[in-house]
T-cell receptor, first 112, second 116 residues
């Protein structure tokens, strides 16, 4: 079955790096994703990684994928107050029509 | 590009009435649209998947007679909550996909429904 789990909360000081972790159970995941949700808003796709990759970097964002341990992380460098939001990891499986399965979300609070 | 809108952004209705939520892809044609439900401080739960011109596919546990989905065109899908009850109060989010690839799924801003 599909199960994606994340820690609930992360507090970080402005300028520091944030690391948000996610674990998943479906070994047939095709892609893994990180979304950002600001209060009262929909989801914004931040980045995604194909399951045969182990790292992807995009400006301040670095995604690490450990397929053996089914562990995904998102590192945000030089965290800003505007990064305060809820971050969801998600997976999709080609055999399931590429439907997205979301984790519970990690609330990130950036303190000045 | 790839903008998805929802209308209304919030709605309050009385118990027993029905409410319709629209989801539009503004600058692309969506092969598939998805409807999600999000409870406070919780994750998104997929309710149904709809393709233009065909019946929606509902996830297990979602009442199709209560949550009516119509996907009339490649840019518009509607979700009607029929005979709403307070437990239907939630944040409803749609997404539209312009391909079969999940990373080309774009999310609307959501509709907050409160049933009194």
């Amino acid at each position: 079955g599909e199960d994606v789990e994340q820690s609930l909360f992360l507090s970080v000081r402005e300028g520091d790096s944030s690391v948000i972790n996610c674990t998943y159970t479906d070994s047939s995941s095709t892609y893994l994703y990180w979304y950002k949700q600001e209060p009262g808003a929909g989801l914004q796709l931040l980045t995604y990684i194909f399951s045969n990759m182990d790292m992807k970097q995009d400006q301040r964002l670095t995604v690490l994928l450990n397929k053996k341990d089914k562990h995904l992380s998102l590192r945000i460098a030089d965290t800003q107050t505007g990064d305060s939001a809820i971050y969801f990891c998600a997976e999709s499986v080609k055999a399931a029509g590429n439907k997205l399965t979301f984790g519970g979300g990690t609330r990130v609070l950036v303190k000045p | 590009g790839a903008v998805v809108s929802q209308h209304p952004s919030w709605v309050i209705c009385k118990s027993g009435t029905s409410v319709k939520i629209e989801c539009r892809s503004l600058d692309f044609q969506a092969t598939t649209m998805f409807w999600y439900r999000q409870f406070p401080k919780q994750s998104l739960m997929l309710m149904a998947t709809s393709n233009e011109g065909s019946k929606a596919t509902y996830e297990q546990g979602v009442e199709k007679d209560k949550f009516l989905i119509n996907h009339a065109s490649l840019t518009l899908s509607t979700l009607t909550v029929t005979s709403a009850h307070p437990e239907d109060s939630s944040f409803y989010i749609c997404s539209a996909s312009r391909s079969a690839l999940a990373y080309e799924q774009y999310f609307g801003p959501g509709t907050r429904l409160t049933v009194t």
